[in-house]
């Protein structure tokens, strides 16, 4: 199993390939390596990305089958059912790169951001869970001088959002704390831009 910072270094060699247009998805998915993962999987990365239709981890990263435990959830939320999976990926596999990765022009947390200056009833209970979980990452900064610039505070809302979700991961598990502690596990944030297709990782 491939350590954080080799694995880290593979998911940024992908993503060059796939902003190159020199992807090699087509040999990473083909009938043999289908065969071989039939009774096992060995995936270096761990990934929370977003729902969103543009943003598809595999292709981005120019990963393929078998290479990446990939959750994605409307926002790139961290709920309870996503820390299980995360934990699950960490101890079942050995994985010991997490990525939380947000992207540009995020759909949830604008709507957060529209909630938080303009307030409306939910469209529904389960759609509010989502802003629910996202409001405290960007609320603060609805009341910043940012808020006279739509586009920065957008911006900052998604990279605070993302940041959010690396504390939850590396801090509200027991089973994560002590792999990050004592067995070279990180978490780290990332943002993907819908402009370029390049992956920004953050420094902390």
Do not use: W
């Amino acid at each position: 199993m491939l350590t954080a910072i080799e694995a880290l270094e593979r998911l940024k060699e992908g993503n060059k390939r796939f902003v190159e247009g020199d992807s090699q998805l087509e040999k990473l998915v083909n009938e043999n390596r289908r065969d071989k993962l039939i009774s096992s999987q060995a995936p270096f990365a761990v990934i929370i990305g977003c729902s969103d239709s543009r943003v598809p981890v595999e292709i981005v990263f120019d990963q393929g089958l078998g290479d990446l435990f990939v959750i994605r959830v409307a926002g790139n939320i961290v709920a309870p059912s996503q820390i299980g999976s995360v934990e699950f990926a960490a101890e079942q596999f050995g994985t010991r790169l997490v990525v939380v990765m947000g992207h540009s022009k995020c759909g949830a947390v604008h709507a957060t951001l529209e909630q938080l200056q303009r307030p409306t009833d939910a469209p529904s209970k389960n759609l509010g869970s989502i802003v629910k979980r996202i409001r405290p990452a960007v609320e603060a900064l609805v009341y910043t001088d940012l808020r006279n610039d739509q586009k920065a505070l957008a911006e900052q809302a998604i990279r605070a959002n993302v940041r959010m979700s690396v504390n939850t991961l590396s801090a509200g598990s027991a089973v994560l704390e002590n792999l990050i502690k004592n067995d070279g596990l990180m978490v780290v944030g990332a943002e993907y831009s819908l402009e370029t297709g390049q992956v920004h990782f953050f420094d902390n």
